[in-house]
């Protein structure tokens, strides 16, 4: 059975990362932007990260540019954008598309295996959240305006 560690994903710096690095390590995937109303996740998802990481959890956040050109910076800005404003010290990688043709492949993964509002496959929006357990599977996605603390009983649950 395939899962999220048999892809990879590009860096801000232009290589790709495999996922593979994170095998046995339950993750929060969240596609994210700079200039939208729920950009202030961010703090909430390092204040998750920082609860958890001495568990071997992770958040991986993908800046996307998708949803109302929320998300109009260079990677580089990104990057800097949210360890200076938020604090961020979870992976950040490079701007990537999670719809349509050109969707990064864990993407198309990670929506075949969930399905959001209305059992819809399609991200809506940013800040779409993936939770994912140490196998590489998707265990639930979250709603956009999920607060990040909410989903704290079920990241403790697979830890």
């Excluded at 202030?40 to 958040?59: N, R």
Aim: charged share 20%; hydrophobic share 40%; proline share 6%.
């Amino acid at each position: 059975m395939a899962s999220i560690f048999d892809f990879t994903a590009p860096l801000t710096n232009g290589e790709h990362c495999d996922l593979a690095q994170f095998k046995g390590k339950p993750l929060l995937i969240v596609n994210t932007a700079s200039k939208c109303e729920l950009t202030p996740q961010y703090f909430a998802l390092e204040q998750l990260y920082q609860k958890y990481k001495d568990q071997g959890f992770t958040v991986l956040a993908f800046p996307c540019n998708q949803f109302e050109n929320k998300e109009p910076a260079e990677n580089d800005e990104i990057k800097h954008f949210c360890e200076l404003q938020f604090g961020v010290s979870f992976p950040i990688f490079a701007k990537v598309a999670v719809n349509g043709p050109d969707a990064l492949p864990l993407f198309n993964f990670l929506k075949t295996n969930s399905r959001g509002l209305m059992q819809a496959r399609a991200i809506k929006w940013n800040f779409t959240k993936f939770l994912i357990n140490r196998t590489g599977q998707v265990v639930a996605r979250y709603a956009p305006r999920t607060k990040p603390d909410a989903i704290s009983s079920v990241i403790e649950s697979i830890l």
